[in-house]
């Protein structure tokens, strides 16, 4: 028999819907809303069906055992540091494994913003689910989402949840954009960033971790926005910048520094990046 809540050391905070309704035609929370948040320990038989899915979104994350989720008619096993993002409105149905129940943390979202989120995090109705990097990291805000819910639900305390739910969003979005560690393009990345003071070929670099030059840049194009080269060059320049922030070596020499030993070729590729000059740069008034 499936069980929506009741759960032993269960957490459970819900915003009182006409609070939701004023919040969501106020500035901020209209945005992003944190409607429900909750933890369910190893919640044996938990199971929600909805054929018309929810009016708000749901975000699931499984921190121990394991359950299911499906929607489409593509059911996905769940597992330990994974999410579950179901948009609003979608049917769905989820549960926990009958043999070794999920342990998660969850909230529920409303907002003319949430739908981007979601996307960036590269949910779609046929896949709902992400694996997490930075698990501990998800659970906390999710932990503190549960909390500051609990709290009397003025406007100011649904104005810092949101900002809370904000921030989990975009860290689903950056664990899906981020490479796994060890994949080829993680190891590409990781071996530009100790090589800055030099040149590399493309061709040798997707040799050493495996896989085609043209597969490597699609990799980076994914990962980065742009090319194994443009990564490199941004590396660069960031480097300069932090060398002409914090040094007072001339600036031929921050060129050398990062593998650009003509200074006239160095000052046009900065100039490129940023606009100005690293004279200029190492000039403006910071902090």
Do not use: N
Not at 76 to 101: E, F, Q
Not at 109 to 114: N, P, T
Not at 220 to 246: C, E, P, S, Y
């Amino acid at each position: 028999m499936e069980r929506a809540e009741g759960f032993d050391r269960e957490r459970l905070s819900i915003a009182p819907r006409p609070l939701v309704d004023a919040a969501l035609a106020r500035p901020v929370t209209r945005r992003m809303l944190v409607t429900d948040a909750g933890y369910f320990p190893r919640a044996r038989h938990h199971g929600r069906h909805r054929p018309r899915g929810a009016a708000e979104t749901i975000a699931i994350v499984c921190v121990a055992g394991a359950g299911w989720v499906e929607a489409e008619g593509v059911r996905t096993r769940v597992g330990s540091s994974t999410a579950v993002v179901i948009p609003g409105g979608l049917a769905h149905s989820y549960g926990a494994d009958a043999t070794d129940p999920w342990t998660i943390w969850w909230c529920h979202v409303r907002g003319a913003d949430v739908l981007e989120l979601t996307e960036a995090a590269g949910i779609r109705p046929d896949r709902l689910t992400l694996s997490l990097r930075e698990v501990d990291r998800v659970t906390a805000l999710l932990d503190e989402i549960s909390v500051s819910l609990a709290l009397q639900p003025t406007p100011a305390r649904l104005i810092a949840t949101s900002g809370m739910a904000w921030r989990l969003f975009t860290q689903l979005a950056v664990d899906r954009a981020l490479p796994s560690e060890g994949a080829p393009v993680e190891r590409a990345m990781r071996y530009l960033a100790e090589r800055v003071d030099g040149r590399v070929q493309v061709a040798e670099l997707a040799a050493m971790v495996g896989v085609s030059p043209s597969h490597l840049a699609a990799l980076f194009r994914q990962a980065t926005g742009g090319g194994v080269h443009a990564h490199h060059q941004a590396l660069k320049m960031a480097r300069a910048r932090a060398l002409l922030d914090t040094t007072d070596l001339p600036v031929a020499e921050v060129g050398r520094r990062i593998g650009l030993d003509d200074p006239f070729y160095f000052s046009r590729q900065f100039r490129r990046s940023h606009g100005m000059s690293p004279r200029a740069y190492r000039e403006l008034r910071k902090g």
